[in-house]
């Protein structure tokens, strides 16, 4: 999706390691939210945030930690705890209509990440 | 726990047929419900978006419906083409957006 950039586009991690997937956006979105995508699974919520400096653990945050100091930029740290980090990961965002429904959440083009 | 089943797993089609994408979820207290299309290594282009007082949504070829009370969602590709050929996933949002996905149909468009 335009105005969403995950980078990078694959990423490997030793045994131990703590990663960082970037995550950064251009649509004056306030809510963001990271992914997982395994195969033969659908998405899996990983943390979303709907305001700077806010965020809430999702269904599967074990192993993971986000921060939120910018409205434009949300990171996924993949830490040593998290024993099976192998998959692609996705960053969304979603603004609000005036009526407080929500609108489509809007998705990046992903991150593969390794372990070697 | 909301449960988002999509049927079928993968569907190969000639082109020019229409075709029916099925999602069914267990929580009908449903806030929306979006249709997704990911192609192979990419991240998911949103499609449609329902919300729960609508009961379908229209985007030139695409056509998706929603019955909150049977827990069924429908998505109608009307004239097929090779170009459609791709995973569509539904997800049903619950507060705050959070959405549940289904596992996707792999559809194959045949020339």
């Known amino acids: 999706d335009g105005g969403i950039t995950q980078s990078p586009k694959y990423l490997f991690r030793k045994e131990g390691q703590n990663v960082t997937l970037s995550c950064e956006q251009n649509?004056?979105?306030?809510?963001m939210y990271w992914y997982r995508q395994d195969p033969g699974q659908g998405l899996r919520l990983i943390y979303y945030s709907q305001i700077v400096n806010d965020f809430q653990k999702g269904d599967i945050a074990e192993g993971y930690s986000v921060s939120r100091e910018k409205k434009e930029s949300f990171p996924l740290t993949v830490t040593s705890a998290q024993k099976n980090p192998t998959a692609f990961y996705l960053c969304a965002t979603s603004g609000w209509n005036k009526g407080g429904s929500n609108q489509p959440q809007h998705f990046g083009d992903g991150t593969r990440l390794s372990i070697l | 726990k909301q449960e988002v089943t999509q049927i079928p797993a993968a569907l190969s089609v000639p082109e020019g047929e229409n075709l029916v994408l099925n999602c069914s979820f267990t929580?009908?207290?449903?806030?929306?419900l979006q249709w997704f299309r990911q192609d192979p290594g990419k991240g998911l282009t949103s499609l449609l978006l329902i919300q729960s007082s609508q009961r379908e949504q229209t985007s030139g070829r695409l056509n998706a419906s929603l019955d909150k009370s049977s827990g069924r969602s429908t998505l109608y590709i009307a004239a097929s083409q090779p170009g459609d050929s791709a995973t569509y996933l539904c997800?049903?949002?619950?507060?705050?957006?959070?959405?549940?996905f289904g596992t996707g149909t792999r559809l194959t468009v045949i020339p």
């Open positions: 929580d009908s207290a449903i806030y929306n």
């Open positions: 997800a049903a949002s619950t507060g705050a957006n959070n959405l549940f």
């Open positions: 649509l004056n979105h306030d809510a």
